[in-house]
């Protein structure tokens, strides 16, 4: 009788195992996830959520079918909008954003019209990503005082807020170039064809997708490179390692904190969500498929194909975390958002 207690008792969790196996499958089989992502086509957004979606297929119980949608404008706070109050909490919907996602709110931007506690963060597949500013060669623009005594130098950007024109912002600022100006409306591909054609002159972008972007750019010294953000702080794409840092620019230490504002805005680089009242059980199992798909040894190699760097990613709850830690110094809030906007520089 002891005996057939114990081979009882032993047997249990293998049924429970088996049966909580059984309804997460269940709970996904047949069905198909729509992952929205806050961009255009092309660019890191996309590439970033490429490189997951194929190991989510892989290991979402259930295997469902992914799809891949695209929201643009307001650097991803449209998109946010859209899963925060206009989709079903029914965990067959995952938002793909970028650091614009953090960025309004604590700002007060317009457009943002979510609330980013509310939301349920599932991870990312990285945290951070090193900048690089750059002019196209053929203006002679080879040195600091140089781009100082040019007026009218044409950043290409894709909206307002984005990280990138955010980071042209802050290189003219800091730099203090004269009269700067910032023409929008570009997907990531986009900006490089206006470079070529000669409609902008300078651009600040991931240095880890430049690099495999553009590598001829380089090699053939097509562009003059002139300084790099390290995100986070110290964080060099080996590239670009020997550039000054646009920390090194700054005269004060509100300036410093504004840089480390934007790393930090920048560092749960990639998050994916839910909306606001979405079921645990959806939330359980896409976290553990993150995870999973983290820990696999074949994503690093993915993601590095289609990002040039290696990830660094965040699962869910560390996600949650870094964005409740967020820093919200309102004098660096101010300035971040006189930069971040259309209006004219603040004296320094």
Known sequence: ???????????VPILLTAGNAFSQADFYKGKTIKIIRGGGPGGSGEFQTRALMKFLEKYIPGQPKLMLEYIEGAAGRKATNVIYSSTRPDGLTIGSIGAGL????????PGSAYDLDKLIYLGSTDTGDPYVFYTKASLGLDTIDKLRATSGLRFGAHSVGHPVYVTARFVAYLLNLKEPKFVTGFTGPEIYIAVTRGEVDAHATGAARFVVENHEWIEKKLVHLHTTLTVPKGRHHP???HLPELGSFAKSDTERKL????????????PFIFPPGTPKEPVQIIREAMRKSFADP???AEFRKLMGDDPAPLGGEELQRAIKELPRDQEVVQLYKKLAGADPFPAR
Do not use: C
């Open 1 to 11: 009788m002891t005996i057939n207690k114990l081979a009882l008792y032993a047997f």
């Open 239 to 241: 590239s670009f390692a």
């Open 298 to 300: 074949e994503f690093p």
């Open 259 to 270: 840089l480390d504002m934007f790393r930090a805005f920048q560092y749960p680089r990639w």
């Open 102 to 109: 953090v960025v309004g709110p604590i700002l007060g931007l």
